[in-house]
């Protein structure tokens, strides 16, 4: 009787076994054939930012100078301004209003493209990264148990996220200025009364 049940305890257990290393197989085979990492899709149109781009009723010359100088009065430092490929790359930090231990850097790609002799097609490219900034003291401790006294701080910086910047809000900020500034530097074309 003892034998009987051993030979079947050993039956199931190869049975057991040959099912587990097949479920294994099959799960390999399906992660290994799942979809594509997201940045496959980059450029499909699902991945389009709203809102990003916009024209004005300006020249090529008014429009670079007028995003040049949004970008000056709303704080970006502009690292590169292309004037032959009409490219404006700058970035901003800007320290969290309600957590002073976040900050954001913005950094942003400014194409123009004349489209005719007095609009200018101007499109946005925004990535922004969340950096959480901490402060610990260095304590000298009594029988390595009891912080005492103070002796150093340790700063660290840890980045929390990073993404391209996806709120319409955004850009229409960028662009309600934009036009402003070049209606600003737009010479008035008033007609002369004839006489």
Not at 5 to 16: A, D, E, F, I, L
Not at 39 to 58: C, E, K
Not at 180 to 193: L, V
């Amino acid at each position: 009787m003892r034998l009987a049940v051993n030979t079947v305890n050993r039956g199931y257990m190869r049975h057991y076994g040959l099912e587990r290393s097949l479920l294994l197989l099959v799960v390999l085979l399906g992660t290994s054939c799942s979809s594509s990492p997201s940045y496959h899709d980059a450029f499909s149109a699902a991945h389009q930012v709203p809102g990003s781009s916009g024209s004005v009723p300006v020249g090529l010359d008014i429009a670079w100078g007028a995003t040049l100088e949004v970008l000056s009065q709303q704080g970006f430092l502009i690292q590169q301004a292309d004037t032959k490929s009409h490219i404006i790359l700058a970035n901003r930090e800007i320290r969290d209003r309600q957590d002073t231990d976040l900050s954001y850097s913005v950094t942003s790609t400014i194409t123009l493209v004349p489209q005719a002799d007095q609009i200018t097609r101007v499109i946005v490219a925004a990535n922004q990264t969340t950096e959480l900034h901490k402060k610990e003291y260095r304590w000298w401790k009594l029988l390595w148990l009891i912080p005492l006294i103070p002796y150093g701080t340790d700063y660290t910086t840890v980045v929390v996220n990073r993404d391209t910047v996806r709120e319409p809000q955004f850009y229409q900020q960028f662009f309600n200025a934009l036009k402003s500034a070049s209606d600003q530097k737009q010479p008035e074309t008033t007609a002369r009364p004839a006489l």
